[in-house]
Every structure is written in C-alpha cells, then in structure tokens.
C-alpha cells in the first residue's frame, strides 16, 4: 500500500505540474504561486480525519478506483498507461473532494469549527485567502475539467466521465438546502421529512456518490464495464455505512441484502469489486 500510494502522489505531481503550466490559464508568477499553494493545501491533504475512517480523509476515495480497477482486470497486471489513467480519474475525485469541502468550509455558518476543519486550518482561514476562496473553490472544479479532456478526450467514454462528474452539481445544491442552515433561519420543520431528504443527500454527497458510487464507476468505465447497472447498490451500500454502528438493526438486515444485490450482478469481477468495498467498510 506505501508504494501505491507513493505512486499515487507521483501522479498528483504530474498533474499539478500539467495544470500550473497550462496555456489555458493565463497565469502570472504570482498566481502560479497562489493556485499551486492552494492545491497542495487542499487537495492532497493527507491528514484529514472525517466521521468515515474508511473513505474519507488518506486519499482513499481516489486509491479506491485504482484497487476497484486492478479487480475488474481479475488478476491481469496494469499497464502503466492504465495505471496513470486509474490515477487521474482518483485524483479528479480528491480535486472534487477538495472543491466540496473549500465551499463547505464557507457555507456551514460554524466559524469554531470551519477555523480547523479535520485538523487543519481552513483554506479561507488562511492568511489574505478570506473570500478569495470562492473562486479557488471554482479554479479546483475547473482542474477536473482540463485534466478529463488532456488524458481522455480521445477515449470512447469520454463524455461519460463528463456526465458522472457533472452529475454532482445537484447533489451538492441539495446537500446545501436541506442540511445547512439557512443565513438568519432555523427551520426545524425539514425535521419531520428527514428520511428522504437524508437518503436524498446520502445518495448524492454525504457519503455516496463521490465516496462510493464515483470511484467505482470510474473503474467501471475504464474496464468497459456499465457503472449505471450497480448505481442502485452502492447507494444502498452508501446509506449503510453512515448508519453503521448507529442503527444495528438496519445494519444486520441489510449486509445480507447488499451481499444478495451484489450476487446478482452476472460479471464476477464487478462482483468482486463491490464485495471488496463492502467488506472494507464492514470492518
């Protein structure tokens, strides 16, 4: 795993260098200096401890679609060419990880926490940052953007990378209506409709989608494999996690469900990948 990782940060290194020198950004000296100061700050990042110990925080979100990848080869050795690309896309998702938690840290209202967010200071907390990080926070959603269309415009599932990464926007919308509180409201009325919008922000960003469902998906789609087939599972696979160890109930009755769903599957490397994931977070 050490070396895996350290071959991981390799490929960060590549696309950052990529990115600070693309002619696409007219970059001075000094915003070179800026963007490349606030990418290492947030997205690298490894020292992050989040309520998920499996997922979150360690670059484990974008070490998951390399992992997910190696099973659906089933036994085959990467290429370094699939190698770099399985990197790639596990660093898109780290870049939206990053992208997320900026705007979030401004967003949530709770300036004793936000100041240090999983033990380390906020971007906007930062030293003459302040505001300037709603644009850093748009600059790192842009970075996901060129690194897509370098390494794979040229690829048949191009567009599809497109669509699953843009298909965060509304997740992300409704994570911030219905869990945040608004400027100067309290509405404990949402209270009362809680299990679907919990399973709605579940679904689409506390946990799932960009934890669970996007990185197996973009290891589904490099192997040619159709990631929209197991979307049902891992949401499914999602919301137990954020229950497990809260509610045992729901947690006993549904392992042997999502061990079913998976069973059904009739590719026995998507099998194996999605046990994979389930079994680590069962642990």
Same mark, same amino acid.
């Given at each position: 795993? /050490?070396?895996?990782?350290?071959?991981?940060?390799?490929?960060?290194?590549?696309?950052?260098?990529?990115?600070?020198?693309?002619? /696409?950004?007219?970059?001075?000296?000094? *915003?070179?200096?800026?963007?490349?100061?606030?990418?290492?700050?947030?997205?690298?990042?490894?020292?992050?401890?989040?309520?998920?110990?499996?997922?979150?925080?360690?670059?484990?979100?974008?070490?998951?679609?390399?992992? *997910?990848?190696?099973?659906?080869?089933?036994?085959?050795?990467?290429?370094?060419?699939?190698?770099?690309?399985?990197?790639?896309?596990?660093?898109?998702?780290?870049?939206?990880?990053?992208?997320?938690?900026? =705007?979030?840290?401004?967003?949530?209202?709770?300036?004793?926490?936000?100041?240090?967010?999983?033990?380390?200071?906020?971007?906007?907390?930062?030293?003459?940052?302040?505001?300037?990080?709603?644009?850093?926070? *748009?600059?790192?959603?842009? %970075?996901?953007?060129?690194?897509?269309?370098?390494?794979?415009?040229?690829?048949?599932?191009?567009?599809?990378?497109?669509?699953?990464?843009?298909?965060?926007?509304?997740?992300?919308?409704?994570?911030?209506?219905?869990?945040?509180?608004?400027?100067?409201?309290?509405?404990?009325?949402? =209270?009362?409709?809680?299990?679907?919008?919990?399973?709605?922000?579940?679904?689409?960003?506390?946990?799932?989608?960009?934890? %669970?469902?996007?990185?197996?998906?973009?290891? =589904?789609?490099? *192997?040619?494999?159709?990631?929209?087939?197991?979307?049902?599972?891992?949401?499914?696979?999602?919301?137990?996690?954020?229950?497990?160890?809260? /509610?045992?109930?729901?947690?006993?009755?549904?392992?042997?469900? =999502?061990?079913?769903?998976?069973?059904? %599957?009739?590719?026995?490397?998507?099998?194996?990948?999605?046990?994979?994931?389930?079994?680590?977070?069962?642990?």
């Amino acid at each position: 795993m /050490a070396d895996l990782r350290s071959r991981f940060l390799d490929v960060y290194s590549v696309l950052k260098s990529e990115i600070l020198h693309d002619p /696409a950004f007219d970059f001075t000296e000094d *915003s070179r200096q800026w963007v490349e100061r606030m990418m290492d700050h947030n997205v690298p990042r490894e020292n992050e401890n989040s309520w998920i110990g499996l997922l979150a925080g360690k670059l484990n979100r974008g070490l998951c679609v390399i992992d *997910s990848y190696k099973l659906l080869k089933e036994g085959k050795e990467l290429t370094d060419d699939e190698f770099f690309l399985a990197c790639a896309l596990g660093w898109c998702i780290e870049w939206l990880q990053a992208y997320f938690r900026v =705007l979030d840290d401004i967003t949530d209202n709770i300036p004793e926490d936000a100041e240090k967010r999983r033990g380390q200071p906020s971007w906007f907390k930062q030293p003459k940052v302040g505001m300037i990080a709603v644009n850093d926070g *748009s600059i790192l959603h842009n %970075h996901i953007t060129r690194i897509l269309k370098k390494h794979f415009r040229e690829k048949p599932y191009y567009v599809d990378l497109l669509d699953l990464f843009n298909e965060t926007a509304s997740g992300k919308m409704t994570e911030l209506i219905t869990s945040s509180t608004l400027v100067g409201e309290k509405d404990l009325s949402r =209270l009362s409709t809680m299990p679907l919008h919990h399973l709605r922000i579940v679904q689409y960003y506390k946990t799932t989608y960009y934890s %669970h469902y996007l990185s197996v998906a973009c290891a =589904l789609i490099l *192997s040619g494999e159709n990631h929209i087939n197991v979307k049902n599972i891992l949401v499914e696979m999602g919301f137990y996690f954020q229950v497990q160890g809260v /509610a045992a109930e729901y947690e006993n009755e549904n392992y042997g469900k =999502l061990v079913k769903s998976i069973e059904a %599957h009739p590719s026995k490397a998507v099998q194996a990948a999605l046990k994979s994931l389930l079994t680590k977070g069962h642990e």
